[in-house]
């Protein structure tokens, strides 16, 4: 059986969880309008389920691949300065992962 856990500080995900040891950017992937600010946290998973998540925000590099719509601003914070689309990116060590950014009028 897998365990189940829900989601607070220690465990940043709802219902199963992941495989060990990997990234993960929490929220995931939105939709936001020009000139708001975006906060992401870094995650990296444990090598086993009943370990603590450990948070690697100011640790990780952060990217935009579309500085000219979301420009990073490091430590996970952004700033959406006009309307389209751009890929997050976490890497921390040897692991990486993205999510997507739609900025809005």
Request: net charge neutral; hydrophobic share 35%.
């Amino acid at each position: 059986l897998v365990p189940v856990f829900e989601e607070n500080e220690n465990y940043p995900w709802k219902g199963t969880p992941p495989p060990p040891e990997h990234l993960r950017i929490i929220p995931g992937s939105k939709t936001v309008t020009v000139g708001s600010s975006v906060s992401f946290k870094a995650w990296l998973a444990p090598a086993s389920t009943f370990s603590f998540w450990e948070d690697v925000s100011a640790e990780a590099s952060w990217s935009s691949s579309n500085p000219s719509v979301v420009e990073s601003l490091g430590r996970g914070q952004f700033k959406a300065k006009s309307t389209g689309t751009s890929t997050i990116t976490a890497q921390y060590n040897n692991y990486q992962t993205n999510v997507v950014i739609r900025v809005v009028p």
